[in-house]
């Protein structure tokens, strides 16, 4: 089955860098490939997408960029505020998978004022 | 956007008593739901896969007897923590699956914790 690792698991930054958080997945029928950024105490809120056809999805200050070849994918925030300061996941699926989503062990970032 | 809302937000019960939490899309259809569990400071985990009028598939581990699925319609959910214990307090967490694109919506949680 899927197997999908997340590094780093914390992330400090200063407030208007970048952060940068990096995934691997070891299923290479995977097709679609969402994060999601978590609050505490709520649920994942679906951030940004990319699907296998694409190699870099842009939606204002985030972006996500897919090597299919070495199974990565990266989530990059840039001007980073402390609204953005969240526990974010990264996550693989397939439609042959019947939808099922594998998580990552998700990135703790922290945005320091 | 597609909302998942979940009832109750948060339960307290007494062990050995069974909990029902609520997994409701309020403006789509969902043939699919997911349950989710994470503990603190983890990652989310799938418990089952719940279809519309047929019988939910569970994740390897997860004790079908204990977490009973139920997904009457294509709006809800259900899952029951039958004779719950201490260590199923947990955040529960379901997603929604619309029949077209594969963008699964996900409920706000509920905390379950067990006396």
């Known amino acids: 089955g899927e197997n999908v690792e997340q590094h780093p698991s914390t992330l400090s930054v200063q407030e208007g860098d970048s952060a940068v958080i990096k995934c691997t997945y070891s299923?290479?029928?995977?097709?679609?490939f969402p994060w999601y950024k978590q609050e505490l105490g709520k649920g994942p809120q679906l951030i940004i997408d990319?699907?296998?056809?694409?190699g870099e999805k842009k939606d204002q200050r985030i972006a996500v960029t897919l090597n299919k070849t070495a199974k990565h994918f990266s989530l990059h925030i840039t001007e980073t505020q402390p609204e953005d300061s969240a526990v974010y996941f990264c996550?693989?699926?397939?439609?042959?998978?019947?939808?099922?989503?594998?998580f990552g062990s998700g990135t703790r970032l922290s945005i320091r004022p | 956007g597609a909302v998942v809302s979940q009832h109750p937000s948060r339960v307290i019960c007494k062990s050995g008593t069974s909990v029902k939490i609520e997994c409701r899309s309020l403006?789509?259809?969902?043939?699919?739901m997911f349950w989710y569990r994470q503990f603190p400071k983890q990652s989310l985990m799938l418990m089952a896969t719940?279809?519309?009028?047929?019988?939910?598939?569970?994740e390897q581990g997860v004790e079908k007897d204990k977490f009973l699925i139920n997904h009457a319609s294509l709006t809800l959910s259900t899952l029951t923590v039958a004779s719950a214990h201490p260590e199923d307090s947990s955040f529960y967490i379901c997603?929604?699956?619309?029949?077209?694109?594969?963008?699964?919506?996900f409920g706000p949680g509920t905390r379950l914790t067990v006396t």
């Open positions: 997603s929604a699956l619309p029949g077209g694109p594969r963008e699964q919506y």
């Open positions: 990319i699907r296998s056809n694409v």
């Open positions: 299923d290479s029928a995977s097709n679609y």
């Open positions: 996550a693989a699926t397939s439609y042959s998978s019947a939808s099922k989503i594998i």
């Open positions: 403006d789509f259809q969902a043939t699919t």
């Open positions: 719940s279809n519309e009028g047929s019988k939910a598939t569970y």
